[in-house]
């Protein structure tokens, strides 16, 4: 079993950023690989960014693609989605989400994924 906590979201104006953290506890965090999806208000849950379990690879959907990042500390247990200048579109309640690491990386699939963490809230207003 993992458990995954997620943390650090909030309210922030268009253009500014925030850092997410996913920790996790329970089996070798090291050997799963994460996803950070997100729901937005009357929306289906959407993939933004994956790493893999050496975080020798990422994967983020396009319409992140150069403000957000996504890194791990295997010492802390923890994954961050840095996000960096956000807009409206980007308020959602973002997930993380891992599985262990054997075989092909499915990123952007939901049910690929084994244990999910129950979501902060992130709004972009001004």
């Known amino acids: 079993q993992v458990q995954l906590v997620e943390s650090g979201g909030g309210l922030v104006q268009p253009g500014g950023s925030l850092r997410l953290s996913c920790a996790a506890s329970?089996?070798?965090?090291?050997?799963?690989?994460i996803g950070w999806f997100r729901q937005p208000p009357g929306k289906e849950r959407e993939f933004v960014l994956g790493?893999?379990?050496?975080?020798?690879?990422?994967y983020a959907t396009d319409s992140v693609k150069g403000r957000f990042t996504i890194s791990r500390d295997i010492a802390k247990n923890t994954v961050y989605l840095q996000m960096n200048s956000l807009k409206p579109e980007d308020t959602a309640v973002y997930y993380c989400?891992?599985?262990?690491?054997?075989?092909?990386?499915?990123?952007?699939?939901?049910?690929?994924?084994?244990?999910w963490g129950q979501g902060t809230q992130v709004t972009v207003s001004s």
């Open positions: 989400a891992a599985r262990f690491s054997y075989g092909s990386i499915r990123w952007s699939e939901a049910k690929w994924y084994n244990y």
């Open positions: 329970g089996r070798i965090f090291s050997n799963y690989v």
């Open positions: 790493i893999s379990s050496s975080a020798g690879s990422t």
